[in-house]
């Protein structure tokens, strides 16, 4: 996991402007065409603002039975490569290169071959944006070759728009957005072309499905300390969080209150269904406690000293 931070300034202006873009395009349809229903997604497209540019593309999805998941909660399946291995068949690998803040960081990710395409890769700079009953995941492609140069075997990518939208449906359960618009560079045959552009908001269905057969991977939110990396492992269906002893909180978490504990680690009943394991490399507490108004139970954190790397795991 990484460890170095760097200001939240780099490449602020095209995280402004994606994300007021993002919104703009996430908050309704209007400018949308409909284009057809499948798997239970409904999908949409509309032209790009900027001529020459690709198409937009969208998939709407209702989480009818979601049930005890909130909208961070779900933010977690489509967060950690572990995850979205699963639900996402073109996605390779992902690393974070810096960490802009809690929910904030420069991401470099990759995507398998589509023969006769090359692989591509991608620099984006992403935010999660928590407002409670909506939940906003995005990234935005940045040029920073200082940071990542090209790599050999990949042709370089442009996430132009890429996010999604989660929300707490009227009608109950959770609504899914996913918006993207990408420039694969290179060359590729304009029919995969566009057959990917068509398969990628069909993982609206997908992250939903995930959801269904195993529940959320943990997740955590900070009182105090600096976060310092996270990741998850499918397999083991393991959470592993990096904090650094901090008495200011500057992780994007706005309940920062006067809480007795950092860290709380709300972990999912589906996926801990036989107990948590809590394994602390460094030195800090923990009890584990009901979540209120839900089946799930908190692993909550106290008295971190120094840097501590926490892991929940669920009991064999």
């Known amino acids: ?40 997604v ?36 489509t967060s950690f490569p572990g995850a979205r291995r699963v639900w996402d068949s073109r996605f390779d690998d992902a690393d974070t290169l810096l960490i802009r803040s809690r929910y904030s960081a420069i991401l470099h990710t990759k995507t398998k071959p589509s023969w006769p395409a090359s692989a591509r890769d991608f620099l984006n700079v992403t935010l999660r944006d928590y407002h409670g009953d909506v939940m906003y995941t995005c990234s935005f492609a940045v040029v920073d070759d ?25 009608e109950g359960g959770l609504g899914i957005s996913y918006i993207t618009q990408v420039s694969f560079g290179g060359l590729i045959p304009p ?3 566009k057959s990917i552009l068509q398969q990628i908001p069909l993982c609206a269905g997908r992250m939903a499905d995930y959801c269904r057969k195993y529940g959320f991977p943990a997740c955590a939110l900070f009182h105090r300390g600096r976060f310092n990396g996270e990741s998850y492992d499918h397999d083991k269906r393991a959470y592993t969080v990096a904090v650094v002893q901090d ?33 602390i490399d460094g030195k800090a507490d923990y009890t584990i406690v009901p979540s209120p108004g839900t089946p799930h139970q908190k692993v909550l954190i106290s008295n971190v000293q120094d840097h501590v ?6 009991k064999k």
Request: some cysteine; charged content about 25%.
């Open 1 to 40: 996991m990484p460890t170095l931070y760097v200001p939240r300034n780099r490449h602020q202006e095209t995280l402004d402007r994606g994300m007021a873009t993002f919104k703009k395009l996430s908050g309704s349809l209007d400018g949308w065409q409909f284009k057809e229903e499948k798997n239970g």
């Open 146 to 170: 200082e940071l990542k140069p090209p790599v050999d075997g990949y042709v370089r990518g442009s996430i132009i728009i890429g996010g999604m939208r989660y929300w707490k449906h009227p």
């Open 191 to 193: 029919a995969l072309a």
């Open 247 to 279: 008495d200011e909180n500057d992780n994007d978490d706005t309940n920062a209150s006067n809480e007795a504990h950092d860290i709380e680690i709300e972990c999912c009943q589906q996926m801990f269904s036989k107990g948590i394991q809590v394994l």
């Open 42 to 77: 409904k999908l949409y497209s509309r032209p790009a603002d900027t001529p020459g540019e690709p198409i937009i593309v969208r998939g709407d999805y209702h989480y009818a039975d979601a049930k005890d998941v909130t909208p961070l909660n779900f933010s977690s399946i």
């Open 309 to 314: 790397r926490i892991t929940v795991a669920p």
